[in-house]
């Protein structure tokens, strides 16, 4: 897996919550038990991730960012509903 497709994924992770985060840690917990737990929260190389793996954490990835996108779409719907009311 190439250096510019982990970076991107780096950059989306960036945009999940939480309760996001933990279920990716999950998927890492699975793959490996090579990472480091800090206050802050959890750091991973990307080095010692398997492409199924990354792979995996991408499809969720995508997942959660159109869910994101359908909830904001369907928060302004219902503004502008309201809004008519």
Same mark, same amino acid.
């Given at each position: 897996?190439?250096?510019? #497709?982990?970076?991107? %994924? /780096?950059? #989306? %992770?960036?945009? &999940?919550? !939480?309760?996001? $985060? !933990?279920? +990716?840690?999950?998927? +890492? /917990?699975? $793959?490996?038990?090579?990472?480091?737990?800090?206050?802050?929260?959890? &750091?991973v190389s990307s080095d010692? &991730?398997?492409?199924?793996? @990354? +792979?995996? @954490?991408?499809?969720?990835?995508?997942?959660? %960012?159109?869910? $994101?996108? %359908?909830?904001?779409?369907? !928060?302004?719907? #219902?503004?502008? @509903?309201?809004? #008519?009311?």
């Amino acid at each position: 897996m190439n250096r510019q #497709r982990k970076e991107k %994924l /780096k950059e #989306r %992770l960036e945009h &999940l919550d !939480a309760n996001e $985060h !933990a279920q +990716i840690f999950e998927v +890492i /917990k699975r $793959h490996t038990e090579s990472y480091t737990k800090t206050q802050t929260g959890v &750091l991973v190389s990307s080095d010692v &991730l398997s492409d199924e793996c @990354i +792979i995996e @954490i991408e499809k969720m990835v995508v997942f959660y %960012l159109d869910q $994101h996108k %359908l909830m904001e779409t369907d !928060a302004q719907d #219902r503004k502008r @509903i309201t809004r #008519r009311e």
